[in-house]
């Protein structure tokens, strides 16, 4: 059985080809700049603005709402106000609310509202720069910088890592079938009852749950060195700017 963070971590990159954040509900900002733990986590050193290095940021201002899931392994059901609830349900005929089966040993429900993706624009400013510093010992070959950020208004992620897990969550207020989002922080979700193992962020508002790292890389090697790693120098040849992608490997078990 994976554990939560690693098959999440590995899940999400695969689906969107987006790193996700470890924890979801931290929040980070473009031009942090720090190291990735074997546990996916970032930890924050410094910044681009830190060290006398200005970005240039494109923000995203056409938001969309993203519904994603697991859909061979996650079933989801919504119930509004004044309709009946399924057989053995605890929420009642008068709450509102949803009911979310795993059928399977993971799954992962990722949904948002007001999804944005904002993006740092001079990358090959910041490449001339950085290597700069990185030749005069004046930059850790380690650091990674987040270039690119996905916020959201915002969201609610589930991650399944036991077999059937099933759970009800329940709205506040009365509801109709249109106003339910899963996503939307205002219906003040909780849980109303729930068997199995999961990890939930539920209703979030501010979240920043997937993001874009690139580091100092050399050409000439095969691959990255992951965890507190980071990208090494070394051996022939020249340095470059480059963008980390996931792999299973950087993580322990």
């Known amino acids: 059985m994976a554990t939560p963070f690693k098959f999440y971590l590995e899940?999400?990159?695969?689906?969107?080809?987006y790193r996700a954040i470890w924890d979801p509900g931290r929040n980070l900002q473009l031009g942090m700049v720090g190291k990735l733990d074997s546990y996916g986590s970032f930890t924050t050193y410094t910044s681009l603005a830190k060290e006398g290095i200005t970005?240039?940021?494109s923000v995203d201002d056409k938001p969309i709402d993203q519904d994603y899931s697991s859909t061979d392994t996650v079933e989801i059901t919504a119930k509004a106000s004044g309709t009946?609830?399924?057989a053995g349900s605890f929420l009642t005929e008068l709450d509102a609310g949803f009911s979310i089966k795993f059928k399977g040993e993971n799954g992962v429900v990722f949904k948002t509202q007001g999804q944005h993706t904002d993006e740092i624009v001079n990358i090959a400013d910041l490449e001339k720069i950085i290597l700069k510093k990185y030749k005069e010992k004046n930059w850790d070959k380690d650091w990674l910088i987040i270039t690119r950020l996905v916020r959201v208004d915002s969201g609610t992620i589930i991650i399944s890592n036991s077999s059937n897990t099933n759970l009800e969550l329940r709205a506040k207020g009365n509801l109709t079938a249109a106003q339910l989002n899963l996503a939307n922080a205002e219906l003040g979700l909780n849980t109303a009852?729930?068997?199995g193992s999961s990890m939930k962020f539920i209703?979030?508002?501010g979240m920043t749950p997937l993001y874009s790292l690139m580091g100092v890389r050399?050409?000439?090697l095969s691959k990255a060195s992951f965890g507190n790693k980071g990208?090494?120098?070394g051996g022939a040849g020249e340095e470059?700017?480059?963008e980390q992608p996931f792999d299973p490997g950087e993580l322990e078990d």
């Open 218 to 220: 050399h050409p000439l």
């Open 84 to 86: 009946s609830p399924v």
């Open 193 to 195: 009852w729930e068997k």
């Open 203 to 205: 209703g979030q508002a």
């Open 11 to 17: 899940h999400m990159f695969k689906k969107s080809h």
């Open 240 to 242: 470059k700017l480059a």
């Open 231 to 233: 990208f090494r120098g």
């Open 55 to 57: 970005m240039e940021v």
